[in-house]
């Protein structure tokens, strides 16, 4: 299994104690080391370009003692270890995702407007790192106890998939994701529909185009690309589902019964070479009832 640490981003509120029960789930499913992680937030008269002697104490960490005495309640812990780190989390966390194989927060920590949906901190890291990150959503209901990660394990992996252009790095971590939760994968390819169409004055209008044809289209290279990951996760029982419009909405829509809804990293572009996210990956981060897992680009891909 992987090497690399599942990292969990906790700073003591109920959204990152269910990111760290989901991140201890996939730690163990990997059996992979659990890292656990507290960014101090430094004042904001402390000037950054000033350097501490060193690191903080773990030990020293009121944060990071409350989740030691959480989870001395479990059993079969993998191995974990507990890091406090200071600074601005908005910049370290990402940083954190060099040396790991998935980092995981929750969707909104302490900080902040209480109406927001989305943390500045787990954007950024769903942004910028450069491994996986798994934002974890609070329950419809309010903010409550973590529920147990094995109550969304009946639910499906489902993954995004545009299919002129698919990402490859994202579909082989849905495939790998897939087989570790029990091998159901449902890929939601959406194509534009109705087409938009722009004509000069004195154009001639263009042919109408069938839809059912469109739908074809988009089935038949799906299905072509999903071809070699089939053959190298011949357990994982996959379900392509073609639908028009809105890829955001349906997948949003599928999130209410996956355990998982992954979804790539916008890639740079040449005439925007910042790391961005696309309108689709937003929205399903800002609006999904699921986890969300945002795949970055493979290396050199990104660029």
């Known amino acids: 299994m992987s090497t690399q640490p599942v990292v969990a981003a906790v700073d003591g ?5 269910r990111a760290l029960e989901w991140a201890l789930d996939a730690a163990r499913r990997r059996e992979a080391t659990l890292r656990i992680v507290h960014v101090r937030q430094l004042a904001p008269w402390t000037q950054p370009e000033v350097l501490a002697a060193g690191p903080p104490d773990p030990g020293e960490d ?8 959480h989870l001395a309640k479990q059993d079969a812990l993998p191995a974990v270890q507990y890091v406090a780190l200071e600074g601005a989390p908005g910049a370290l966390l990402p940083e954190l995702g060099a040396t790991s194989g998935l980092l995981v927060l929750g969707s909104r920590g302490r900080g902040g407007f209480a109406s927001l949906l989305l943390g500045s901190n787990s954007l950024a890291a769903a942004r910028d790192a450069e491994c996986p990150v798994v934002v974890v959503p609070r329950p419809a209901q309010g903010d409550e106890a973590p529920p147990a990660p094995s109550a969304a394990d009946g639910g499906p992996v489902v993954v995004g998939m545009n299919a002129d252009s698919p ?3 994202t579909l082989g971590f849905a495939f790998a994701e897939a087989a570790l939760r029990g091998g159901r994968l449902r890929i939601v390819a959406a194509y534009p529909w109705p087409l938009q169409t722009w004509m000069l004055p004195g154009e001639m209008p263009p042919p109408d185009i069938d839809r059912d044809a469109v739908e074809h289209e988009t089935r038949v290279l799906a299905e072509g690309f999903l071809a070699p990951h089939r053959e190298r996760h011949a357990g994982v029982t996959t379900e392509v589902v073609v639908l028009p419009g809105d890829a955001a909405g349906h ?3 599928a999130s ?3 355990a998982l809804v ?3 990293r916008h890639r740079r ?3 925007a070479p910042a790391r961005m996210m696309g309108s689709v990956t937003q929205a399903v981060l800002l609006h999904a009832e699921s986890p969300v897992a945002v795949v970055p680009p ?4 990104d660029s």
């Open 256 to 258: 209410r019964e996956a």
């Open 62 to 69: 009121p944060v990071l003692e409350q989740v030691r005495a």
């Open 13 to 17: 509120s109920e959204d990152s104690l």
């Open 251 to 253: 997948l949003v829509e």
């Open 269 to 271: 572009r040449l005439l």
């Open 298 to 301: 493979a290396p050199g891909e």
């Open 167 to 169: 990402d490859e790095a």
């Open 262 to 264: 992954i979804i790539g």
